[in-house]
């Protein structure tokens, strides 16, 4: 495959013996007496429990592995599927919740524990007093998030069972009283990404100083995301000792400003992450890109633009420059109307609008980025829908984030599968929809199949790529 391609992964369904986990818990099943017939639905493979599930809330399907410890290993490994980016939600005072992608529902149950991938915590250091983990309660967990105004020790120490298992962390608090490298990353050696957030500083602060976790070497340190971006010094040290780090989201004014550092630095990523915060002149800025570009300091650029007052997007040459940018592949807007200002881009491949008050038509993406591999869109309608999946062949995802509440019409999913067909070299499309949606759409099926010939649905916690920090 080529570098420059983008590759959309839909998860594969795993196969699990449920005759191999009944004859475990046979005694607990039949009861007391070995005579006694083991329910029929044990007769049923696990394809056919898999599609069962698909009809099932996760109100549903937490009462259905509640019944043994058949079920629950069954429903659990679906849940590991079709749930991975639900996360168990620790906020003061409350009990856990299990909430659902983007935090959209919560479901107060520890079912599934062993299962979520995802643990966040919010709030101060006396929300975790009351908490305690073993590692067997929470197998699956790879990703730690960590929120609030300060990290202290009282926090780490409940925490410190989890550290080897995990391979993400994310820190967003005001305050930081603890040594990050002493406490939490030295104990973490399976570490691929690491963002920090220091929300109380201002974004042009800079840390004058080493912190003792920049000295150190992660060997397998893939992604990095830090905010405020320590001095350009620092930042030097940090990929010097990590040369590993293929991954990193950076600030464009930390770029403008240190632009002779960073070109004279000879780092190399595949993935360069920029964030547009405030008003910077677009053409020598997008100029300095294709240079770092040319100088292979990075392969693949992401864009991220976060202001909602059109101070970015006020400057004139911002329409067309997008269009100049080597390397571009992705672009995020908080702001879909930003999307009518710019110049068409054919090679773009992914593209993501957050928020629900935009005026502009979805129906033109095809015209402006005809090559796109993946979107994600807040709402949407049929029409518009239907115009997407008519007019981008490459399309392998489609990300709908909306509630039933706003009266929103139901896919119909046959239909789209045969406009879909009758697209020349198309690629078959995964549509993924918040939860209630999928359910609503699976039921109004006529025979419940949501995964056609060209098009399949998938509900949207299935996914867990995409960091909500900045949007």
């Avoid at 039949?30 to 898999?50: H, M, T, V, W, Y």
């Avoid at 006529?446 to 960091?467: C, F, H, P, V, W």
């Amino acid at each position: 495959m080529n570098e420059q391609e983008t590759k959309v992964v839909v998860p594969k369904l795993s196969k699990l013996s449920l005759k191999d986990e009944t004859d475990r818990t046979q005694s607990s099943i039949a009861g007391a007496s070995n005579e006694q017939p083991s329910p029929k639905i044990f007769k049923l493979d696990i394809d056919c429990l898999d599609e069962l599930f698909e009809y099932l809330s996760l109100q549903d399907l937490d009462s259905f592995a509640k019944t043994c410890k058949a079920m629950h290993k069954v429903a659990g490994e679906y849940f590991k599927r079709n749930y991975s980016g639900a996360r168990i939600h620790i906020k003061e005072n409350a009990a856990p919740e299990l909430i659902g992608i983007g935090g959209r529902r919560s479901h107060k149950s520890s079912t599934f524990n062993q299962f979520v991938p995802n643990i966040n915590f919010k709030g101060c250091p006396e929300s975790l007093k009351h908490y305690t983990f073993e590692p067997s309660d929470f197998g699956a967990i790879n990703r730690l998030i960590l929120e609030g105004k300060l990290l202290t020790e009282q926090m780490i120490d409940t925490l410190n069972v989890i550290f080897p298992k995990l391979e993400t962390i994310q820190i967003i608090v005001s305050d930081i009283y603890v040594d990050i490298y002493d406490t939490i990353l030295k104990r973490c050696s399976n570490l691929k990404c690491f963002e920090l957030y220091r929300l109380r500083y201002e974004p042009r602060h800079e840390f004058p100083e080493p912190e003792s976790w920049m000295c150190h070497k992660y060997p397998q340190l893939e992604y990095l995301c830090l905010f405020p971006i320590p001095t350009i010094d620092n930042l030097m040290l940090i990929f010097q000792n990590n040369p590993n780090i293929h991954s990193f989201l950076i600030t464009a004014e930390y770029i403008w400003e240190h632009q002779h550092e960073l070109i004279n630095f000879k780092v190399q990523l595949d993935l360069l992450k920029v964030i547009m915060l405030r008003n910077i002149s677009s053409a020598p800025f997008f100029k300095l890109l294709n240079q770092l570009y040319e100088q292979k300091c990075y392969k693949r650029l992401h864009i991220i633009v976060t202001a909602s007052d059109n101070q970015v997007t006020a400057d004139d040459s911002f329409s067309a420059g997008f269009a100049s940018l080597c390397g571009l592949e992705q672009l995020d807007f908080k702001n879909g109307n930003d999307l009518l200002l710019l110049s068409d881009l054919p090679n773009l491949k992914e593209l993501i609008v957050y928020g629900e008050n935009n005026s502009f038509e979805p129906k033109l993406i095809p015209k402006k980025f005809p090559n796109l591999q993946r979107l994600y869109i807040h709402i949407a309608n049929d029409e518009h829908i239907l115009s997407i999946i008519q007019g981008l062949p490459k399309l392998q995802m489609l990300e709908l984030n909306y509630d039933l509440d706003k009266k929103m019409t139901i896919l119909k999913l046959p239909a789209l599968n045969t406009e879909r067909q009758k697209v020349a070299n198309a690629q078959k499309v995964t549509i993924c929809v918040p939860d209630e949606v999928f359910l609503r759409m699976k039921w109004s099926c006529g025979n419940g199949d949501t995964n056609l010939q060209m098009i399949e649905m998938k509900r949207l916690a299935s996914y867990n790529d995409r960091s909500e920090i900045f949007h």
